[in-house]
């Protein structure tokens, strides 16, 4: 377009002061027929326009409303007013679109999470998804970035998949049937072979197995995609479809494992702090303004930003699932009858109470556990020469529970074809996953975090589906 | 593990000479009893290394075989032999892993791009495969890399979606319902009601549209994601799963468009000859190998590195539909009848052969087409004054053809109603994405772009299978 816009993050950042300058943005409130509060969405802050009495047309003052689109140009002065530093004098104006006030969906004033949920094709125009996603958008840089340096290659592990043996949970059927009409065999079972693929095929839960295929070639590897449960869990903690990020090392153990994650962790945390300071204290305020809610005994002790620095400048717990048992099970809350389930004893799976108290309560630090009952584990993972365990680690953070499940692999093809049995796992058809093992077999270890889960951390938001743009949960596929 | 390894790349590159130091990969080849390459993935050269007579035990030596994994500690020599510079003395060697030299699919000689096809979770071990997913992973993280500075926001569309709208070839359905079983209504149709999202879903074709909502928010986004075609496409061009970006700019029109992807694609090419030359190389060798087999006529006039160097040091070519189509039409190509398609006059779809025409015989250069008929474009882009074209671009690439479509967006509310009404799209469904033309509509463009596309245009490599670490195609998913 013509006449080149500055953003209002540069606007702010530089202090362009007497300068010309053309800005474009919506209208966030438009006070005494005078002052425009307008955002761009580059910046969480508003610029505010000056609009001096008696220079433009009534007719065109009346369209400046809530959520209108405009275009200013003029001279960026020192602003005598409180709250702002600078202010943008108004020469021309120009309204790109209108927004009727009395449609717009958006009110100059407090929504709930709930409602703009509703409407998640238009949260993206308040302060708080605005911060949430440009967030999101710099802790996935910081992904990226992490790993590059690190000489971690990018693999995109593939979505739609044949393959289920992580297990994990219900998967989504992918089909090009025709569903009013599946072709079927003659004993009357369905007929893959027509379909597109030739078999039954699903959307992928983890991009794992994929990874080490690569990491077994290329040394260290790393995915960043999309994965999918079809668990039936209408709850602020899941998503049908939610980011994960799945770094692979040939050549690691288990305490390579650990030191990768918890680098990762603090690097991809201070990033944000150093990049969205802005967004991240709004969304501290916003947290601390909803904490007041609740009772003194539940708010956390720490503000948000302080939680992030905390994690930056801390080390981990690390410690094994045997020693966390023994804390759990002398801790007053399980002697008190606290815990919702009481820890009955080694080998049990820990729920997230336990979890959280060992975080919030014990440690009051991000934890790390490691060296699990190898019942309650996948079958990918180390088994340790105790006979009982395996070299898995998960990572506890305060308020959010685990965020991190790692491990390093079984890479001994006999260890490994024998958990497989035991476990059920068709060995003939992961043949191509053995031949890792069969053909230059290393030591390799690796995790997954859940991205909306970091989001969550990060941002302080205590609902999933507030921390990606368009949530797919259960009867929810919308826009 | 106790010992760290140094990656061959970092050994190679930083000369350590006479430096004390452990590698760890595979065996490409093993010589004489002497001379192992050794490769870990992190650079397409080997290393060698160097077994001294009788050091070490014949048993041990058996076991170096092509794909065995090892770990070698020693110190790092100026080599006097040829094609290297430095190669490792061994002090200490440990088979990691053992592979049957009888069994391991790989042997040292060269094997078809088809077999290795085949075996897809292996071909990572070989220097073709290696050098594709390194530059694969430059290319992914200058994309990222590209946007970021730029201000644009990450968004991550979903993968899952209800809305058809695109309308770009057919859809992947997504379900959770048990196909044997699928519950109907009283009026015997399937009753989605009762799925998990409570109504029919499918895999998207693009993220376009809700980055659209996104961009009318938050100013510049861009999406980089997996997109999905149930296309029954055979061919060497097409994929059932494919990542693209699309990158969606408020307060932009077509000129703004174009400037953005063409600065975007030479961005992306220089980083990758940057940053990945070696790779580069080895595959501009394979592909002058490969092209030697074509009669003369065919083969390319310019090496891989020259055309990837032409299209960074050359503004691409602007016109538009019209005057291609005049071009198109007094060719000496079109005359002789050499067109398999005839162009009979303005308003026709230009086909692959056109396009080359014009990129690979006319120009010889990218060119960038704008302004095509709006019968043959979609529904969402915005329309000229001349009542007949729309503010529609594609870029065309030699070798590749449309790499690149893109438009500006018809913001104008009544205009969008009309020719959706037009082309029968569904208005009532798209309520939403009218909402950002009801409240602020501004101005806005956007583009996407083929990640497979751009990366065959990169490596030279003729089909989009090899450059997809697991390609998803008619009766194809597995790994």
Redesign the interface.
């Known amino acids: ?1 013509a006449d080149k ?1 500055v ?1 209002i ?1 540069e606007v702010l950042a530089e202090q362009l002061i007497n300068h010309q300058l053309t800005v ?4 966030r409130t438009f006070r005494n027929n005078q002052f425009i509060a307008l955002n ?3 910046t969480n802050a508003n610029l505010q326009i000056v609009i001096e009495l008696g220079k433009f047309d009534d007719a065109l003052l009346k369209r400046i409303t809530t ?3 405009l ?1 200013v140009s003029g001279t960026l002065v020192a602003s005598l007013g409180k709250g702002q530093k600078v202010e943008l004098k108004a020469e021309q104006l120009e309204v ?5 006030a009395e ?2 969906p958006l009110q100059p004033k407090k929504h709930s999470l709930e409602f703009l949920r509703e409407i998640a ?2 949260r ?2 308040t302060n708080t998804f ?1 911060a949430i ?2 967030v ?2 710099s802790l ?2 910081a992904i ?1 970035d992490f790993f ?1 340096k690190k ?1 971690f ?11 289920d043996a992580e297990g994990a949970g ?1 998967t ?6 025709d ?2 009409n ?1 072709p079927k065999t003659d004993q009357g ?2 007929n893959y072979k027509e379909d ?4 039954a ?1 699903n ?1 992928t839960v983890s991009g794992q197995l ?1 990874a080490e ?2 990491a ?4 260290d590897v790393y995915t960043f ?2 994965t ?1 449960r ?1 668990e ?1 869990s209408n709850t602020a903690r899941h998503l ?2 939610f ?1 994960m990020i799945e770094p692979e090392m ?4 288990l305490e ?1 494992d650990m030191n990768l994650a918890e680098e990762f962790i603090k690097y991809i945390i201070k990033y944000a702090l150093d990049n969205n300071r802005d967004d991240l204290d709004f969304l501290a305020a916003r947290l601390a303004e909803e904490e007041k809610q609740k009772p003194q005994s539940e708010r956390s002790e720490m503000s948000l930003i302080e939680k992030l620095e905390f994690v930056v400048n801390n080390d981990f717990e690390r410690l094994t699932y045997t020693e966390a048992i023994d804390i759990l099970q002398n801790s007053p809350a399980n002697k008190k009858k606290k815990f919702h389930y009481p820890i009955s004893g080694w080998g049990i799976d820990l729920q997230s109470e336990h979890e959280r108290y060992l975080v919030e309560k014990h440690f009051k630090k991000p934890v790390i556990l490691i060296n699990y009952p190898k019942e309650i584990k996948a079958f990918y993972m180390r088994q340790n020469d105790d006979g009982k365990t395996v070299a898995a680690m998960d990572i506890l953070a305060p308020g959010i529970g685990e965020i991190v499940g790692g491990s390093q692999r079984e ?1 001994r093809l006999e260890v490994l074809e024998n958990r497989m049995q035991e476990m059920n796992i068709p060995v003939e058809e992961m043949s ?2 053995l ?9 390799h270890a690796g995790f997954g975090l859940g991205f909306e889960r970091l989001i969550q951390f990060v941002t302080g938001m205590t609902n999933i589906r507030d921390v ?3 949530p ?1 949960f ?6």
């Open positions: 377009m816009r953003r993050k474009m943005g919506w209208v761009d969405g580059s959520g209108a689109a275009k790109l679109g209108d927004s009727d449609k717009f094709h238009l993206f125009r605005g996603f440009r999101r958008h996935a840089f990226h590059n000489g290659i990018y693999l995109h592990s593939p979505i739609i998949t044949a393959s219900e989504f059927h992918v089909t090009a049937f569903l009013e599946i079972t369905i597109f693929f030739g078999k095929a959307l994929e295929l690569a077994l070639a290329l040394g995609g999309p999918f079809a039936n049908a479809e980011w040939a050549f690691a153990d390579d890479e191509w996953y031949d890792t093992r069969r053909f230059g077999t290393v030591p990606i743009p368009f797919r259960p009867k929810n596929v919308e826009f």
